[in-house]
């Protein structure tokens, strides 16, 4: 399992079996998406819990290439990580 991944499911308390949904359109989420991109080479130092967002495969590929919609991710998150 991927670190990122990781920190992701222990945050949340998920286990392998559990079924997380897309944040972005509630359908099941298969990636686990950076907000800020780690970049070539793939930083380690943008892995954490306010930068990682659960996503299903379309809305994953929306957010790498649609700007807009990776802002809006990141207003969710912030606003979920904000309570």
Do not use: P, W
């Amino acid at each position: 399992m991927k670190k990122h991944v990781k920190i992701y499911m222990d945050y949340h308390d998920y286990v392998l079996d559990d079924v997380i949904l897309c944040s972005a359109c509630g359908t099941v989420a298969v990636d686990i998406h950076h907000l800020e991109g780690r970049k070539i080479g793939g930083s380690k130092k943008k892995d954490f819990i306010e930068n990682l967002i659960a996503l299903c495969r379309r809305c994953h590929i929306k957010a790498e290439t649609d700007k807009n919609f990776n802002n809006q991710l990141k207003e969710l998150n912030k606003k979920k990580h904000s309570k």
